[in-house]
């Protein structure tokens, strides 16, 4: 497992020399999912299989995570089991591979994990990866209806706004929160009618929890940044950002790191919010 960092649930990480020992476990599946959906055939963990967050996790019709059958579906192929281990890991410090565990514990899968450091620290070490694209034994895969606990809806954000007991995290960049861009500055600015945040949102950008390498910060120094800020484990916490999978990495931190007890992800986030007749905004820019 990773080194001990203080986290309330250290088991959902692990670091390279566990994925290292586990490469030829049967009962461990790896998992690559990135921004850059071509990263996987340029070279990746032995064994790992590759999963399309635009054409395989989202439904292409609503946007909106996969539905159950779909994801019986995709994890039947990928020789996927109820009580199989995943480990996920992608570039850009694991965005959309926390997406895709908030995804699979969305539907109930027992086991995930995270790849501390991600893509990006297991080349930088120069381990071994692989243009190899893995075949496994078809499975009958049983996902559970939706946990609905840990997903937030605009409808019961609208209710909510403004509640004492509510924490907003706004974790995108702080160009974005003040209303400056529309989408990370790199990409194209698109997704929102209207730039700025959530009335009352505090902006901790998601980069924020994670060191130079990638790896996650101790529980300790992320307990200094999001308290320091009025996220505190008493409060009901809800975590956006564009589209959902930057949020996801900081619902991650909150949830399993930290142990915070209501952390919900609002996937619709500011791509919803921002094109929203009459909702409340606020803007800096």
Known sequence: MSENKGYIHPEVLVDADWVQAHLNDPKVRLIEVDVDNSAYEQGHIPGAVGFNWQKELQDQLVR????????????GRAGVSNDTTIVLY???????????????????????????????????????????????????????????E????????????????????????????????????????????RGGHIPGAANIPWSQAVREDGTFKSADELRALYQGKGVTPDK??????????????????????????????YDGSWTEWGSLIEAPIEKSA
């Open 64 to 75: 909106a995570p996969l539905n159950k059958k779909h994801l019986e579906d995709l994890l």
């Open 90 to 148: 992608g570039d850009n410090n694991n965005w959309f591979a926390a997406w895709a565990l908030w995804i699979l514990k969305y539907y109930g899968h027992q086991d995930v994990r995270l790849l501390d450091g991600g893509r990006v620290k297991w080349l930088a070490d120069k381990r071994e990866i692989t243009t190899d694209v893995p075949s496994y034994p078809q499975t009958t895969y049983h996902a559970q209806e939706p946990h609905k």
């Open 150 to 193: 840990i997903r937030a809806l605009r409808d019961q954000l609208l209710h909510e706004l403004g509640s004492p007991n509510l924490a907003l995290v706004d974790v995108r960049s702080p160009a974005e929160f003040s209303g400056e861009l529309l989408a990370p500055a790199n990409i194209p600015q698109e997704g929102a009618q």
């Open 236 to 265: 009901e916490v809800i975590a956006y950002c564009r589209i959902g999978e930057r949020s996801s990495h900081t619902w991650f931190v909150l949830n399993y790191l930290l142990g915070y007890p209501q952390v919900r992800n």
